[in-house]
C-alpha cells in the first residue's frame, strides 16, 4: 500500500456521511438513490461522496441496465487495517514493557519497533 493510497482511504473514513455510506455497503449493493435517502443531503452531495470513496478504493460502482450498483470493496480495508495493525502491536509491546517489573523494563529497547516508513 503506498502512501498516497493511505492517504486517500484516511481520507474518505474521516467524514461520518461516508462512513454512514460504507456501514449500508457493508449489507449489500445498493444505489446512489437508495445511498441518499437517509440523508439530508443532495444526491449530487452523495455523489461527490461515492467519488472521494471510489477513488479511496472502498468501493466500486457496477453498471445494470439504468442502475449503477455501488458495493463495498474489502481490499482498501484491509490494506488499511494492515498498516494500522503494525501500530497496534507496536503498542501492545509497550504496553507490556510498562506492566513488567521494573527490573525487567531497564533490560533495553522495545522489542518490536514502529513500521521503517514511521521513521520518515
Known sequence: MTAAGLD??????????R?????????????VLELARPFEISQ????????V???????????DRQRRPCR???RALADAGAWLDDY????????QRLDAPPEERKAGPARNALPPEAAK
Open 8 to 17: 486517500a482511504i484516511f481520507l474518505a473514513l474521516a467524514d461520518p456521511t
Open 19 to 31: 462512513r454512514a455510506i460504507l456501514a449500508r455497503l457493508a449489507q449489500g449493493e445498493a444505489s
Open 44 to 51: 449530487p452531495a452523495v455523489s461527490k461522496h461515492l467519488k
Open 53 to 63: 470513496l471510489e477513488r479511496a478504493g472502498l468501493i466500486s460502482r457496477g453498471r
Open 72 to 74: 463495498l470493496e474489502a
Open 88 to 95: 497496534r502491536r507496536f503498542w501492545e509491546a509497550r504496553l
